[in-house]
């Protein structure tokens, strides 16, 4: 197992493997980051700190607007918005729409 559902993703996942090891493609190949995966989330998350960001865990969102993004905690039930100049999402499609 693993991966996406080939009935929910994006056309676009099928072809990830062909245009990174495409013989035209002169950088062809899968990369990894040094320290795994996870040295990403744990670098962002550093960053973040650094630079005064409110990260909130066991949270949900529960939908984005232009100007934030609205949840719900896990722990305690709280309903709330959090006012924001630039949200990111990256959901998968069918969740992010």
Known sequence: GGGVLQ???PA???LL???ELHPTNNKAGVFAPVGGFR???ESMYEL???NDVDVKFDTS???ISDDGVHFTSKDDDEVGFLPADLVICNADVPFAT
């Open 39 to 41: 040295q990403v989330a």
């Open 12 to 14: 676009v996942f099928g």
């Open 7 to 9: 009935k929910t993703a």
């Open 61 to 63: 969102v529960t939908r």
């Open 17 to 19: 493997a062909a245009l």
């Open 48 to 50: 973040c700190l650094d």
